[in-house]
C-alpha cells in the first residue's frame, strides 16, 4: 500500500484537505498524555496516515525520532514501526487524526513494547 495523494482545494471560504475518496478506511483522533506513549508497534494489513493536530507530538517511526509540526502529515507504511509520544514536558494532551488504509482490525496490532503489559 502506498501512501494515499493529498487533495488540496481552495474555496472563498478557506480551503479543505481530503484524505481518503471511496477507499477502505478507519478515521480516528488518537489523544496522548502528557508523559505517556502509544506501543512500538506495527501492522501488516493497514497503512496510516497520522495529521498532527498539536505542538509537542512525538512520533517513532522505524528507529528514528520525528518531532512534526501542527498540520504535518505523517505516513506510516503496513510493516513499519510506528509509535505516539507525548513529551511530559508538553504540559497538555497531544492528537492526531488518523487515517488507516486498508483492513482495519485491532488484532492487526503486533505490539514490539508495551509499558501496560499488553500484547
Given at each position: 500500500m502506498q501512501r494515499p495523494d493529498t487533495l488540496h482545494v481552495d474555496k472563498p471560504?478557506?480551503?479543505?484537505d481530503q484524505y481518503?475518496?471511496?477507499?477502505?478506511?478507519t478515521v480516528k483522533i488518537l489523544t496522548c498524555?502528557?508523559?505517556?506513549?502509544?506501543?512500538?508497534?506495527?501492522?501488516?494489513?493497514?497503512?496510516?496516515?497520522?495529521?498532527?493536530?498539536?505542538p509537542g507530538v512525538v512520533v517513532d517511526r522505524d528507529g528514528v525520532e520525528l518531532r512534526p509540526a501542527?498540520?504535518?502529515?505523517?505516513w506510516l507504511p503496513q510493516g513499519s514501526t510506528h509509535r505516539l509520544r507525548c513529551d511530559a514536558a508538553t504540559g497538555h494532551p497531544v492528537r492526531v487524526l488518523e487515517v488507516s488504509l486498508g483492513t482495519f482490525d485491532e488484532a492487526d496490532i503486533e505490539r514490539l513494547?508495551?509499558?501496560?503489559?499488553r500484547r
Amino acid at each position: 500500500m502506498q501512501r494515499p495523494d493529498t487533495l488540496h482545494v481552495d474555496k472563498p471560504w478557506g480551503c479543505f484537505d481530503q484524505y481518503a475518496l471511496n477507499l477502505p478506511c478507519t478515521v480516528k483522533i488518537l489523544t496522548c498524555n502528557p508523559g505517556q506513549k502509544l506501543s512500538l508497534q506495527r501492522h501488516t494489513h493497514r497503512g496510516e496516515l497520522w495529521v498532527v493536530l498539536d505542538p509537542g507530538v512525538v512520533v517513532d517511526r522505524d528507529g528514528v525520532e520525528l518531532r512534526p509540526a501542527v498540520g504535518e502529515e505523517i505516513w506510516l507504511p503496513q510493516g513499519s514501526t510506528h509509535r505516539l509520544r507525548c513529551d511530559a514536558a508538553t504540559g497538555h494532551p497531544v492528537r492526531v487524526l488518523e487515517v488507516s488504509l486498508g483492513t482495519f482490525d485491532e488484532a492487526d496490532i503486533e505490539r514490539l513494547q508495551d509499558d501496560y503489559g499488553r500484547r
